[in-house]
């Protein structure tokens, strides 16, 4: 069964950096794409940033031009790099594998991670 473990999160000073990482294990036969997500407190979560199936990125419009994602598909490791980031910004984090459909019939599926910390205060 595949398990994401994220890591990287903590306090960081309004316009600072933190680079979250997103470690993958448990799928034998599917490729996938790692998503990060956040969820503030009181706030429904929210997409944050992805990497596409054709290897291309997107973003929420919140963050494009301040975080970068990335995946290291030898290392099994996705990561999102927040740059100038802001009070808003403040959320627990989270990633995502996203597989395509066929790997269903092979028992491999998406899931989720357990989350990471990020608190921007000064």
């Known amino acids: 069964q595949a398990q994401l473990t994220e890591s990287g999160g903590g306090s960081v000073q309004p316009g600072g950096s933190l680079r979250l990482s997103c470690l993958v294990s448990?799928?034998?036969?599917?490729?996938?794409?790692v998503s990060w997500y956040r969820q503030a407190p009181g706030k429904e979560r929210e997409f944050v940033a992805g990497?596409?199936?054709?290897?291309?990125?997107r973003y929420a419009d919140s963050v494009k031009g301040r975080f970068t994602v990335s995946q290291d598909f030898f290392k099994n490791i996705g990561y999102l790099e927040m740059t100038s980031v802001t009070p808003e910004d403040t959320a627990m984090y989270y990633c995502?594998?996203?597989?395509?459909?066929?790997?269903?019939?092979?028992?491999?599926?998406?899931?989720w991670g357990q989350g990471t910390q990020v608190t921007v205060s000064s």
């Open positions: 995502k594998t996203d597989l395509p459909d066929i790997c269903v019939s092979l028992g491999e599926l998406g899931t």
């Open positions: 448990g799928y034998e036969y599917c490729s996938y794409n």
């Open positions: 990497v596409n199936a054709d290897d291309s990125t």
